[in-house]
């Protein structure tokens, strides 16, 4: 193995969410070590501007180019469509995962026509998604639904409280009346619903995310550039711009991967 493939990849989200998305690293990818930040301290980007998004990811990715990191996944949709393109033009060299709501496989999927997309506003509201709809979605009818306040109780480590609940049920609610068999979720911290979710949507219906796609797509992006480690698994480092204590006391609830050392990431 080349001594470049050991140097560590680096995962991202405003907070938990992206530990939706590392799972599906860890998985695929157990010779990996991986960094990962929760920016916690600047939660929620679903609600700030694209402008503010923007400087924060380029805070983290320059905390991970120090940390030497070979590869950089951004676990976040919303971070994803402020900030990819920007940093691809700054770090041209960096093998680069973003994420997308599913729109394709979702259109594929679907037998009633009807695709829901939970996301967050951010991501509803960017160029980005308008021209995935426009790419991929044109044979079928999109329903589009913000989140507001979702991403807050999950980073409380609530997953099923009343609160929740009723706030979810809410924002379901017109996606089944509007006739969705497809319900994508398009948020990093959504799929942590998937048990409640399924309580309340028909059995038919199908809630797809793409972590696992993102993994493969590190994977092939390392396969490519001679850069996927291999040997024995290797370890998992977390970083919070939050605060440490709560990180560490949610992190048992939504991450079994071990490795539970959380620091203050100041940037
Ligand atoms: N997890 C992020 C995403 O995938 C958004 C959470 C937030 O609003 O900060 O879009």
């Given at each position: 193995m080349a001594e470049a493939a050991q140097a560590p990849v680096g995962v991202f989200d405003s907070?938990?969410?992206?530990l939706s998305v590392l799972a599906e690293i860890r998985q695929l990818l157990p010779a990996e070590s991986l960094l990962y930040v929760a920016d916690g301290g600047h939660?929620?980007?679903?609600?700030?501007?694209p402008e503010f998004i923007r400087e924060r990811c380029h805070q983290v990715a320059e905390f991970f180019h120090s940390q030497g990191a070979k590869a950089l996944v951004i676990a976040c949709n919303t971070a994803t469509v402020a900030a990819m393109a920007d940093l691809r033009r700054t770090y041209p060299q960096w093998p680069l995962v973003g994420m997308e709501p599913a729109v394709k496989p979702a259109a594929a999927a679907t037998r009633s026509g009807v695709v829901g997309v939970l996301a967050t506003t951010g991501t509803l509201q960017s160029a980005k998604f308008a021209a995935l709809l426009d790419r991929f979605a044109n044979d079928v009818r999109v329903i589009t639904q913000p989140c507001p306040g979702l991403v807050e109780l999950i980073e409380t480590?609530?997953?099923?409280s009343p609160v929740l609940r009723q706030l979810l049920q809410g924002y379901v609610a017109p996606l089944l009346e509007a006739g969705c068999d497809t319900v994508i979720l398009?948020?990093?911290?959504?799929?942590?619903?998937r048990p409640l979710l399924s309580e309340m949507v028909p059995a038919d219906v199908s809630l797809i995310d793409t972590g696992a796609a993102v993994a493969r797509q590190l994977q092939r992006l390392l396969v490519q550039d001679d850069l996927l480690a291999s040997g024995p698994a290797r370890a998992t480092r977390f970083w919070t711009s939050g605060d440490p204590k709560q990180f560490e006391s949610i992190l048992p609830v939504l991450w079994?991967?071990?490795?539970?050392v959380a620091r203050w990431f100041t940037a």
């Open positions: 907070g938990v969410g992206g939660i929620p980007y679903g609600e700030k501007s480590g609530d997953l099923h398009g948020c990093t911290h959504y799929p942590f619903l079994q991967g071990g490795s539970t």
